[in-house]
């Protein structure tokens, strides 16, 4: 399957700082990419899906303010957790569509430990 | 609203066990199913599912769909503990995100 990477694996900030999430898709053109959370034994809950060159779609309840998506390129996107309060503490997962699997498939990177204090 | 619904929700067995998971979906433009095994990180792929009554096999792993009755199962032979772990399933109607069920947590011990 496609691969897909996310920077960096884990971080540790101060409530009140920023913090940026790369996520890119090393062998393919993402046209789509997902950003998910997932909370101690939850499922993946999505936050928004962006696709290249447009504003990303926010799921109800995620504030389009505090999580900024960017889907500047094929192969990158970036969440930026704005002003991280300690209940953001979660990790992160993105995904990524296309390529020539089509519609199909999914391919999801490592995921991103947040961890604000 | 698209739906996935996993049972059990969490299952402990010893090793050696045969499990059965559950998947049973409610979508208006069905694609396909997929399940994935989460542990400490993201999920990683299992199987993908499209069409009714094709099993798919990868080692001790099993699943197959059942698309006039709307679910999938998942079948794991001979656990080890190795396979402990989350198993999520999700569903591709198309053009949007997938939709993912809770996941059952699968505990084997020795």
């Known amino acids: 399957g496609a691969v897909v990477s996310q920077h960096p694996s884990r971080v540790i900030c101060k409530s009140g700082t920023s913090v940026k999430i790369e996520c890119r898709s090393l062998?393919?053109?993402?046209?789509?990419m997902f950003w998910y959370r997932q909370f101690p034994k939850q499922s993946l809950m999505l936050m928004a899906t962006?696709?290249?060159?447009?504003?990303?779609?926010?799921e109800q309840g995620v504030e389009k303010d505090k999580f900024l998506i960017n889907h500047a390129s094929l192969t990158l996107s970036t969440l930026t957790v704005t002003s991280a309060h300690p209940e953001d503490s979660s990790f992160y997962i993105c995904?990524?569509?296309?390529?020539?699997?089509?519609?199909?498939?999914?391919?999801f990177g490592p995921g991103t430990r947040l961890t604000v204090l | 609203e698209d739906k996935v619904v996993q049972s059990p929700l969490s299952l402990v067995v010893h090793e050696g066990d045969t499990v059965t998971l559950n998947c049973s979906y409610e979508v208006t433009n069905f694609r396909s199913l997929l399940w994935y095994k989460q542990e400490k990180k993201a999920p990683t792929f299992l199987f993908m599912l499209?069409?009714?009554?094709i099993e798919k096999k990868s080692g001790r792993l099993s699943s197959i769909l059942d698309k006039k009755e709307l679910f999938s199962i998942l079948n794991i032979t001979a656990t080890q503990t190795g396979d402990s772990a989350v198993y999520l399933c999700?569903?591709?109607?198309?053009?949007?995100?997938?939709?993912f069920g809770k996941g059952t947590r699968l505990s084997v011990i020795a």
């Open positions: 499209t069409s009714s009554g």
């Open positions: 062998d393919f053109q993402a046209t789509t």
């Open positions: 999700a569903v591709n109607s198309g053009n949007t995100p997938l939709v």
């Open positions: 962006s696709n290249e060159g447009s504003k990303a779609t926010y």
């Open positions: 995904s990524a569509r296309g390529g020539t699997s089509g519609i199909n498939e999914q391919f």
